[in-house]
Every structure is written in structure tokens, then in C-alpha cells.
């Protein structure tokens, strides 16, 4: 829909060419109040001082075509048509010296032409908030990123290391050698090969070289796997003897 723009108690449509606001002749002569032409004729006369392109657009042929087919307010039957820009306008109405000229002038500068530099001084900072808010939230994307990473990278803490200690001890002794008072347990020699097979499957596990390297968040699954760690079956013959021989002795 066609932006209208009240001028002296006039409507004015909006118009644009190239990316800039123009108005026409007729445009002129409606809210300056003047005889149709008027504008028109003070343009031809003058014409010399005007520059194309600058002052006003000439159109004509396939241009003009385009421009008809795009808008209607241009005669099925012209066969040239002229735009008149800001400058040009301004340019033009010199020779509007009433009361009324200026008030005119003034309007129609504030309305027609400088709404389109408002709407783009407007686009143009909330370009600039949309980037920084990007950019922001890029910076904390980052921050959040690193502080993830950071977080995946911390090792357990040293009341957590005492917890994988004391059940590695709990579940060796209790569950895999059958308590203080087992021969396996007393075996020094077999109670060390235990410690160090169970100590070396975790590692090799979580890939570490100590346990103290355990990660945070693996922290877990680290007990989880001391509670589910089995010995070899070459182990198990070991504590088992180990613990038939206490019984026979018994």
C-alpha cells in the first residue's frame, strides 16, 4: 500500500525512484496551491540550472515503461515524465515567496523527503542493535563454551579422589579377597597384584596414568566401574587358593 502524506491539508502519495524520495509537477502545484503547469513551466524555464540525475529524473522509453508498469499514477499516453528530487524541489520553489510557499516547503521537506532518510537513519540502527545483540550473544556462546570446556576438563576434586580411594579399598578387600582376615588379603604379594590390576583397568578405561586424573564428570561412572571390576580368571584361581588353603588350615 502506497504511503499517503497530508501536506497543507492535501494528500500526497510517496514516491521513490533509485532509492530516493521524488515528487512530481502535479505534486507541487497541489499542496503550493498553484495552477496546474505551474511548476512545470518555472522547471522549463529554468532548466539549464538543473542537473540530471542530481535535481531530477527524466524518463523516457523502456525506462518510462518500467516506471508505468510499476505505479499508476503516470498517463497511459506520456511519452516522457520528470521527477523531481529534494534538491530539486528546493531549487524550484525559490520563486514560491508567499506566506503559505514556506510553510509548504518546510512540510514537505519534513514529511516527504526526510521520512525516507528517518526510516533509514531507523533501519540503519537497528542494524547496528541487531550486530551488537549477535555479537553479544556470540561473546556469551564463548564464554559459555569455554566455561563447558572447562568444566569437562576439571579433575575430581580431593574429597572426591578419598571416595574412589576408600571404595578401590572396600571393594578389594571385601568383595575380592574376602575380608582383613583371608589369607588372599594377608598375601601381600597377591593383595598388591590385585590393587595394581584393578588400578591399571581403570586407567586403561578412563585413559589416564593415576586415578587422581579422574575427570569431574566421570566421577560416576568411576565408582560405578570399582563396583562392577572383576579380577582375571587367573586372578580369581589365586585369591580362590589363597583362601582354600586358610580354610584347610582352619
Not at 542530481?54 to 498517463?75: C, P, R, S
Not at 579422589?161 to 578387600?173: A, E, F, L, P
Not at 598375601?187 to 593415576?210: E, M, P, Q, T
Amino acid at each position: 500500500m502506497n504511503e499517503i502524506i497530508k501536506i497543507n491539508n492535501h494528500d500526497v502519495t510517496a514516491k521513490e525512484y533509485k532509492g530516493q524520495r521524488v515528487v512530481t509537477f502535479k505534486d507541487i502545484d497541489t499542496v503550493h496551491e498553484r495552477p496546474e503547469g505551474t511548476a512545470g513551466r518555472n522547471f522549463r524555464e529554468n532548466k539549464d540550472k538543473f542537473i540530471e540525475n542530481e535535481d531530477f529524473f527524466y524518463l523516457v522509453g523502456d525506462e518510462l515503461k518500467a516506471f508505468k508498469q510499476a505505479t499508476n499514477f503516470v498517463g497511459s499516453n506520456a511519452r516522457e515524465f520528470i521527477l523531481i528530487t529534494e534538491q530539486g524541489y528546493l531549487m524550484l520553489v525559490k520563486s514560491f515567496i508567499d506566506d503559505l510557499a514556506w510553510e509548504v516547503q518546510r512540510k514537505l521537506v519534513k514529511s516527504c523527503f526526510n521520512a525516507k532518510k528517518i526510516k533509514s537513519a531507523i533501519e540503519e540502527l537497528q542494524e547496528i542493535q541487531t550486530r551488537a545483540i549477535l555479537e553479544v550473544n556470540e561473546k556469551v556462546n564463548n564464554v559459555e563454551s569455554r566455561v563447558i570446556k572447562l568444566e569437562n576438563n576439571m579433575t575430581v576434586t580431593h574429597e572426591q579422589i578419598q571416595v574412589i580411594k576408600n571404595r578401590v579399598n572396600t571393594r578389594i578387600v571385601n568383595d575380592v579377597l574376602d575380608g582383613y582376615e583371608s589369607n588372599a588379603y594377608n598375601d601381600v604379594h597377591l593383595r598388591s597384584k590385585v590393587y595394581s590390576r584393578l588400578n591399571k583397568g581403570y586407567c586403561d578405561y578412563f585413559r589416564i596414568n593415576a586415578r587422581a586424573n579422574t575427570l569431574a564428570a566421570k566421577f560416576d561412572e568411576a565408582l560405578e566401574y570399582i563396583d562392577m571390576w572383576q579380577p582375571d580368571t587367573n586372578l580369581k584361581l589365586m585369591i580362590q587358593c589363597a583362601n582354600a588353603q586358610l580354610r584347610i588350615a582352619q
